[in-house]
T-cell receptor, first 109, second 116 residues
């Protein structure tokens, strides 16, 4: 399975943008980039996914490098509720999700 | 609320015992996935069922088994329990079998298993 590398932790101030990086240098052409997050004491929840083009939804934006070897999840205005562990996952249409250690995001008021 | 329900919320048992965890997927979802989350191993995929059939297997121990019933609910059976099986067990559901680029999984609140 293609592997992802994320920083263990990041900090942000409330109402500021947050850029969460993910490296996936061994990504294959059929791998989609998925992001999930896990709020404290909850199960993971879907955030966003993409293949080649940048993607936006109500929760976040996903910026994908032209060579697809890295991506960045962007939270435009962090709130206290965004404090969570963020997982970057590669999967093709046949693969099941394999979670890494993720990035623990702390949001300071 | 994801629409996925899991029971029980907490379970405390002794080593050597057997327990059953139950999951009801979101209405209309045909796939059910089981995950184990422990402090040292993180979130590990165990097994997936799609419309009653086993679809994929991950790091599931032989002491563990699962099934999906005709009404699409699923049960995860853990036997000969060991201290190391203490963990959070999550169930997730999705519409598709996995053969789709967009196959969002919706996670339940989890069952916390403590083996003493």
């Amino acid at each position: 399975d293609a592997k992802t590398t994320q920083p263990n932790s990041m900090e942000s101030n409330e109402e500021e943008p947050v850029h969460l990086p993910c490296n996936h240098s061994t990504i294959s052409g059929t791998d989609y980039i998925h992001w999930y997050r896990q709020l404290p004491s909850q199960g993971p929840e879907y955030v966003i996914h993409g293949l080649t083009s940048n993607v936006n939804n109500r929760m976040a934006s996903l910026a994908i490098a032209e060579d697809r070897k890295s991506s960045t999840l962007i939270l435009h205005r962090a709130t206290l509720r965004d404090a969570a562990v963020y997982y970057c996952i590669l999967r093709d249409v046949e693969n099941d999700m394999r979670f890494g250690a993720g990035t623990r995001l702390t949001v300071k008021p | 609320d994801s629409g996925v329900t899991q029971t029980p919320k907490h379970l405390i048992t002794a080593t050597g015992q057997r327990v059953t965890l139950r999951c009801s997927p979101r209405s209309g979802d045909l796939s059910v996935y089981w995950y184990q989350q422990s402090l040292d191993q993180g979130l590990q995929f165990l097994i997936q069922y799609y419309n009653g059939e086993e679809r994929a297997k991950g790091n599931i121990l032989e002491r563990f088994s699962a099934q999906q019933f005709p009404d699409l609910h699923s049960e995860l059976n853990l036997s000969s329990l060991e201290l190391g099986d203490s963990a959070l067990y999550f169930c997730a559901s999705s519409v598709f079998s996995g053969r789709s680029s967009y196959n969002e999984q919706f996670f339940g609140p989890g069952t916390r298993l403590t083996v003493l």
